[in-house]
């Protein structure tokens, strides 16, 4: 082959060459881009709502193949408790954590789980409010796409004072909130509202001689150091939902919408189990460290707690009568599904 033939050949292989490569980064480009999502949550990053945050966040993007990236932001660098909810809506994060409770008479529905039920454990509670939510559908998620739910462990009273019946708890200063403080309020105790970052100091002052929660906490914030003992009330529950914005759940392709879809229930499962070993854990470690003392309830007391919570139960079916929500229903629900 001369060379004026040759020239030709080598420029066509070129282009085919060129061709080619600008083919495959054309395809690389038209690729369905990496869905980025930033999910807001309230508490510190050692807790079990973020703990559970950053086992979701690890599953969707395993499970999506890396389709969908979450950066996740604990503590209330993005967005603090109250403000997580309408932060959602407006699209300031994506996707966000937070207690219904925070906003008292905004999630009326999701308030029947907050009431002394007396769950036997985290699971038990937030399988319910899973169902709960996934049954009646309430209006007041319509803005939202709620991603999963979950709830606290029942609270037990932990105090600088031992506890072993419902007497020792006349005139007792706790530290509490919601349904859980009205039902101390009718037992003699006097409640006191605080957020749970103020109980040590307000311990070590005297100011309140326990405080009203789940057990956790004994460890996570190290509560067992000014409480060495524990009263086993089983209380009430907080319930939290994960919800999403809902114009960006739309936006999803429908795989990625299945992947998020199918860990509703599963990740309520993971969470209430989850937490519940840490109480144990926690309750463990309190009694290695500082010696904590643990009291049951007799079945007297246990009948008196429960007796104590029914007015609350029937205030919270007229109080939704009113807003035109068929509470007792509510009721029910969770009643029928704890019986199971």
């Known amino acids: 082959?001369?060379?004026?033939?040759?020239?030709?050949?080598?420029?066509?292989?070129?282009?085919?060459?060129?061709?080619?490569?600008?083919?495959?980064?054309?395809?690389?480009?038209?690729s369905a881009p990496v869905v980025t999502l930033n999910y807001?949550?309230?508490?510190?990053?050692?807790?079990?709502p973020?703990?559970?945050?950053?086992?979701?966040?690890?599953e969707v993007e395993q499970r999506t193949d890396g389709k969908i990236k979450i950066n996740t932001f604990p503590g209330g660098t993005l967005l603090g408790a109250r403000d997580i909810f309408d932060g959602v809506i407006a699209g300031t994060a994506d996707i966000g954590n937070f207690a219904m409770s925070y906003q008292p008479g905004r999630f009326p529905v999701s308030e029947g789980m907050d009431l002394p039920h007396f769950f036997d454990s985290a699971k038990t509670a937030s399988v319910i409010l899973a169902g709960l939510l996934d049954t009646f559908k309430p209006a007041e998620f319509e803005k939202v796409k709620v991603l999963t739910v979950f709830t606290c462990p029942p609270a037990v009273i932990m105090s600088s004072k031992e506890i072993k019946s419902l007497d020792d708890l006349k005139n007792l200063q706790l530290r509490s909130s919601g349904t859980g403080a009205d039902v101390l309020k009718r037992l003699g105790a006097l409640p006191v509202a605080m957020p749970q970052s103020d109980v040590p100091d307000a311990l070590q002052?005297?100011?309140?001689k326990g405080n009203v929660s789940s057990a956790e906490v004994l460890k996570d914030m190290n509560y067992a150091a000014y409480c060495p003992y524990v009263f086993k009330t089983d209380l009430s529950v907080i319930s939290f939902a994960v919800v999403m914005n809902k114009a960006k759940y739309d936006s999803l392709?429908?795989?990625l919408k299945a992947v998020l879809d199918g860990l509703y229930l599963e990740q309520?499962?993971?969470?209430?189990?989850?937490?519940?070993?840490?109480?144990?854990?926690?309750?463990?470690?309190?009694k290695e460290q500082h010696k904590l003392?643990?009291?049951?309830?007799?079945?007297?007391?246990?009948?008196?707690?429960?007796?104590?919570a029914q007015p609350l139960i029937a205030d919270y079916v007229k109080r939704l009568k009113e807003k035109g929500i068929d509470g007792q229903a509510v009721i029910d629900f969770i009643s029928e599904r704890m019986a199971k």
């Open 268 to 286: 309520a499962e993971w969470t209430g189990a989850y937490v519940d070993q840490h109480v144990l854990e926690a309750l463990a470690w309190s």
């Open 205 to 208: 002052k005297g100011v309140v």
């Open 50 to 58: 973020c703990v559970q945050m950053e086992r979701w966040r690890e």
């Open 40 to 48: 807001a949550n309230f508490p510190p990053a050692s807790t079990f």
């Open 253 to 255: 392709p429908a795989d």
């Open 1 to 30: 082959m001369n060379l004026k033939t040759l020239v030709p050949v080598v420029i066509a292989c070129a282009c085919v060459t060129v061709c080619g490569c600008g083919k495959k980064e054309t395809t690389a480009s038209q």
């Open 293 to 308: 003392v643990v009291h049951d309830p007799s079945d007297a007391d246990r009948a008196a707690l429960r007796a104590t």
